[in-house]
């Protein structure tokens, strides 16, 4: 059974700092993904990870997943306000079709100003 | 990308009653999956609707309590039947898009109250 761990699940952060979120996922995993969800709001993609070593950079965030570790990184890079919202890392293993995903218990980000 | 429209938005229902809830793309999928995320807290995936097929059902959920009809390739409904409090969730539906990007898009959720 696949299980994905997410670290922290909180975090307060000034804006201008770096920081990074952890994923653990417990078995073979094909996708690595990163969402975004706003208050009140549904899930954003941030990312998609398919292969191990595996890095993508969107403004301020960059994710990263190395498959051998089975871990995944979200990285901020100098926090800003509007990047406050819950993280979520979602796993799945399909053998390349689709397949529903195992989600993380996300990170609430809260970046003060 | 996908776009996905969910029909309600919001209910409050009462007690041992059903909703239904529907979920529609705009472009034909091969899958469809159920989604509930009770409140503060993850998602956790309900079933996958496979047109032309029984849904499947993850642990913990069954198909009295959540039927699911997959009628056609950009339609889905998930009912929740016979509703108690512990119900009260946000219920979502995902597709994937598979034109080599293999992103999953939501919906916006069906917020649903149960008194």
């Known amino acids: 059974e696949l299980k994905v761990e997410q670290n922290p699940l909180f975090l307060s952060m000034q804006e201008g700092k770096n920081y990074t979120i952890y994923c653990n996922y417990s078995?073979?995993?094909?996708?690595l993904y990163w969402y975004r969800q706003d208050p009140g709001k549904s899930l954003e993609s941030l990312f998609v990870?398919?292969?191990?070593?595996a890095v993508k950079q969107e403004g301020r965030l960059m994710a990263s997943l190395d498959t051998k570790a089975r871990l995944s990184t979200l990285h901020i890079t100098a926090a800003v306000h509007d990047l406050s919202a819950t993280y979520f890392c979602?796993?799945?293993?399909?053998?390349?079709?689709?397949?529903?995903?195992?989600f993380g218990k996300g990170t609430h980000l809260i970046i003060q100003p | 990308s996908a776009v996905i429209s969910q029909k309600p938005s919001r209910d409050i229902c009462q007690r041992g009653t059903s909703l239904t809830i529907q979920c529609q793309v705009d472009?034909?999928?091969?899958?469809m999956f159920w989604y509930r995320q009770q409140p503060g807290q993850s998602l956790t995936l309900i079933a996958t609707?496979?047109?032309?097929?029984?849904?499947?059902?993850e642990s913990g959920f069954v198909i009295d309590k959540f039927p699911i009809s997959r009628p056609n390739l950009t339609f889905s409904t998930l009912t929740v039947s016979n509703m108690s409090p512990e119900d009260s969730s946000i219920y979502l539906c995902?597709?994937?898009?598979?034109?080599?990007?293999?992103?999953?898009?939501f919906g916006a959720g069906t917020r649903l109250s149960v008194l």
């Open positions: 472009s034909q999928v091969t899958m």
């Open positions: 078995t073979t995993s094909d996708r």
């Open positions: 609707a496979n047109q032309g097929s029984e849904a499947t059902y």
């Open positions: 979602a796993a799945a293993y399909s053998g390349g079709g689709a397949d529903g995903l195992t």
């Open positions: 990870l398919l292969s191990n070593g």
């Open positions: 995902s597709v994937e898009d598979l034109a080599g990007v293999n992103i999953q898009y």
